[in-house]
């Protein structure tokens, strides 16, 4: 197999895990909403360590990998989808740090939680548009 398939495989695969990782914190948290509300900030407090050990590493992986392909593909790096979706991945990174500080704390206010979670939920999506269409 050549290489410049198994880095699409490795980032394509990271892609997935990543997004699987965020759905079952989610559906997790949505089966956690009917509990009582201890129940609920139990569950925001500790959420499963492995799903955030695997999303954070998967997540940490996509710009290396992303940068070989861009590199064995021969693109610049200049190109206007690649800077638009390193900044996207930039501000993702920081709402993704941000989520996970608040989750960790007891304090954390559900508005705050969601407010994250879904902008974090809509860049990773603004992301994966802009790395399939290649707009020009």
Do not use: D, N
């Not at 569950?43 to 710009?63: D, E």
């Amino acid at each position: 197999m050549e290489t410049l398939s198994v880095m699409k495989m490795l980032h394509g695969l990271a892609t997935a895990l990543s997004l699987g990782c965020a759905l079952g914190l989610v559906f997790r948290a949505w089966r956690q909403r009917a509990s009582a509300v201890a129940g609920q900030a139990t569950s925001l407090q500790r959420p499963w360590l492995f799903v955030w050990i695997l999303m954070g590493l998967s997540l940490f992986s996509l710009p290396f990998s992303g940068w070989w392909l861009v590199h064995l593909v021969g693109w610049p790096l200049g190109q206007t989808w690649l800077l638009g979706g390193s900044v996207l991945y930039l501000l993702g990174g920081v709402c993704w740090l941000l989520l996970v500080g608040r989750l960790g704390k007891a304090t954390a206010s559900r508005r705050s939680v969601v407010i994250l979670a879904g902008l974090s939920g809509l860049i990773f999506l603004g992301i994966i548009g802009l790395m399939v269409a290649k707009p020009v």
